[in-house]
């Protein structure tokens, strides 16, 4: 949980810029991607992450912009990395405008109250799993893997 703004807006940015990272490996012809057919593919995984962040920061009193579940995945991974980019700055001006007090006030969460400051450790814990799925359909794509938290297989030759 976060009790400090600071904290959140640190980890925030330092998170986002990891999911832009995975983002920016797709490419379009790749979007389809998916581990074995019926499941998630990276482009809806990419949309995914857009959507959640909205999510998670309605639930938190942030206006942020925000995608539908009928709104319907971009054809290009360039909107998708654009979207995000959005929500993710949008995110991060809102948040600034927090206090620390703030985040330890109540609010509508998935199963009912929740401390705010809990709810945002949630969206970026919940960012990190998709992401980390990513990253394995992006290597099974055969796209470059990016170091987001450090040097990649690829990278150590």
Not at 32 to 54: F, K, R
Not at 127 to 133: K, L, P, S
Not at 134 to 149: E, K, S
């Amino acid at each position: 949980m976060y009790r400090q703004v600071d904290d959140f807006l640190n980890e925030w940015s330092a998170s986002a810029q990891g999911t832009i990272q995975v983002l920016k490996a797709l490419t379009d012809d790749k979007l389809e991607q998916s581990i074995v057919e019926g499941h998630s593919t990276l482009g809806w995984l990419g949309w995914h992450l857009v959507g959640a962040a909205g999510y998670f920061s309605f639930l938190a009193g942030l206006k942020v912009p925000m995608t539908r579940q009928e709104d319907p995945i971009p054809s290009t991974a360039a909107e998708i990395v654009a979207a995000y980019e959005n929500v993710a700055n949008s995110v991060k001006e809102e948040a600034a405008k927090l206090s620390n007090e703030d985040l330890l006030e109540e609010v509508k969460g998935f199963t009912g109250p929740i401390a705010r400051g809990a709810l945002l450790r949630v969206m970026v814990d919940h960012q990190t799993h998709h992401r980390g799925q990513m990253t394995v359909l992006v290597r099974q794509a055969g796209l470059p893997v990016p170091g987001v938290l450090g040097p990649t297989k690829e990278m150590q030759k």
